[in-house]
């Protein structure tokens, strides 16, 4: 009854039934209350979103999967300190984390919501050691920004250590079929020992009349095992698809010669006396089926052909000497059959020795292989993965590139090379991609919040209400859904709103960085900085190389005019992505705020450098120019931005400025009327009339204005 109840349990788990899969094993618990079944019964609470229920029953429980599952459940339900003491009591140091490196990369998940960063990195590590394809504890890595180059974690010594394990374990499997093998033997053996040399004699006459009488019949354990879709089950019985599929079928089995040489002569049968000898007969039959199924196992179709050859030879030396076994000599009988017997048994053990290594060695290769193109995926997966963590985005994207069509076109990949791109600036060609991966998997929510911010910076309305639609029509409980949503009311200019749809993503997933960063961009857009600070600081708790909110908490304090607070937390942003153009601009500004000017220059050309499209470096630029009374130099930077963007009032204001400068007050005019023909922000508006009206009198009078 147990044994059907944990079956049925297990089904259930298999097909999603969890509800009936919980109530089986309630009644399973009550019955025979183990700690085995009680492990069972978490198992289906978790699956079942019970991880309250698996706690109570799972408390005080002691043996490694117990442990586990107590601590899984702990960390769903936030309970991360209790998580931690279950995998790592601190009474017991030397206890070892349950469930191996599952249970390794659980504890480094705790460690890193926790802060504790580099107690976290050594036990992605161990997972990683422990099992070199648990890719989340690799993803895990680089999410922290350390994790090593993947020719040396998926090298070739770890492809050798797999294929070892494997190994291992296959032969541990073999060692316990051979086993079972040795034991059938000994029963058949025992079995023989109790039959008489004339019992012997009519065994053997009946074997030779099965296999002369059909010579061109194969036995009917190597009938099916020739079938293509051969399995152990099937060397019990035919199946009916397996024996249909030959023109010939397995003939009856006679158990007495001469009433099958009655029959081939056409005489009726005999009956057949009631002796002794029928017991030991049918005892012997059912052993060598049993046998015969452990044989199937253990070897392959290619021994088939070679053993059929051999049994006809069999067939054929037999029946030379059917006369003898029919006579009344039995000692001269029973020597042909010890003779034949150990002829054939030398050749079959050969042979099936034989049979055994070459399979044993394809096998292995074919192991070998598998294990080489996996490692090989990872090995491009990972460096890509790692590459855009470290935001290294050009050489990411390069990485990529060399993956097969197959894998390059799925939802994950198009995904990571959306937001290399939408790293690198270049929403254009992150729209493409992200569209693409959209299409191919329209249900993947993972990376949608980028998606919808890429859509955001184009903007692309109507296609961002389209995607905020969708994606709550998938899973209005996703976070991802829910900062479309804020995204489009954010281009809109509804703040209030956005904000609204943000924060319902917080409340969906407490985890989410970027979440927590956007409430922080809508607070900064209402002017309440001291909630926008909150929010940047709950981003860096969830992730401390969010550096989104790092960028978010600079601008913050450079609006403040905290310059020495900006500049801090601009350098941070920095230091996680160096490649930023927009990050070194901002940390150019905090640094010219400072009055560092020539830090401020040197800034601005490396962010000129890292992005030639981006018009705010350029701009900084002219500005830092202008204050270190380089105007020539200055004017020059803004005809190149001109170049790039020539519809930018703020430029031909400053460019009014410069001619002011140079007392060229016809170009100064010129500039600040197109400046005010552009229709410049509001704030800005009122700037620009009055310096154009103040353009004829001294400098003195104009720099508290413009």
Known sequence: ??????????????????????????????????????????????????????????????????????????????LLREAEETLCPVNEPNMEVPSGATGHYLLGVIYRCTGRISAAAEQFTQALTLDPLLWAAYEELCI????????????????????????????????????????????????????????????????????????????????????????VAQFDTPSPTAAQTSSIMPPPLFRNVHAYQNTVSGDAPTKQKTNGVNQPLRRKNIDEARLKKVSGRLFNSDSIPRRSERLKDTATNSNSNTSQFGGNGAGHSSDNISGISSSVSATDGRSFEQDKAERILLQDSKLALGIRELLGLFRTLGEGFRLSCLFKCQEALEVYRKLPESQFNTGWVLCQVGKAYFELVDYLEADRYFELAHRLSPCTLDGMDIYSTVLYHLNEEMRLSYLAQELISIDRLSPQAWCAVGNCFALRKDHETALKNFQRSVQLDSRFAYAHTLCGHEYSALEDYENSIKFYRCALQVDERHYNAWYGLGVVYLRQEK??????????????????????CYLGMALHSLKRDEEALEMMEKAIAADKKNPLPKYQKALILLGLMKYEEALDELERLKEIAPHESSMFALMGKIYKQLNILDKAVFCFGIALDLKPPAADLAIIKSAMEKVHLPDELMEDDL
Not at 38 to 44: H, I, K, N, R, S
Not at 198 to 226: C, D, F, M, W
């Open 144 to 231: 922290l920004g350390i994790a090593e180059d993947t020719d040396e974690c998926f090298s070739e010594s770890t492809a050798l250590r797999l294929q070892q394990e494997h190994t291992s374990t296959s032969t541990l499997v073999k060692s316990n079929f051979a086993n079972e093998n040795r034991v059938l033997s000994s029963r058949v053996s025992a079995s023989l020992g109790d039959i008489s040399p004339k019992q012997i004699k009519q065994l053997h006459a009946n074997n030779i009349a099965e296999v002369s009488g059909y010579p061109h019949v194969r036995p009917t354990a190597l009938h099916v095992q020739n079938s293509s879709t051969s399995n």
């Open 563 to 584: 310059f020495e607070f900006a500049e801090h937390h601009f350098r941070r942003a920095f230091q996680i992505n160096p490649r930023s153009s927009v990050l070194m």
């Open 1 to 78: 009854m147990e044994t059907l109840m944990v079956d049925r349990v297990h089904s259930s788990l298999r097909l999603f039934m969890h509800r009936n899969a919980v109530f089986l094993c309630e009644r399973l618990c009550a019955q025979f209350p183990s700690e085995t079944n009680v492990q069972l019964l978490a198992t289906c609470y978790l699956h079942n979103n019970q991880p309250y229920a698996a706690y109570h029953i799972l408390k005080g429980k002691k043996m490694p999967e117990s442990r586990y599952l107590f601590a899984t459940s702990c960390f769903r339900m936030n």
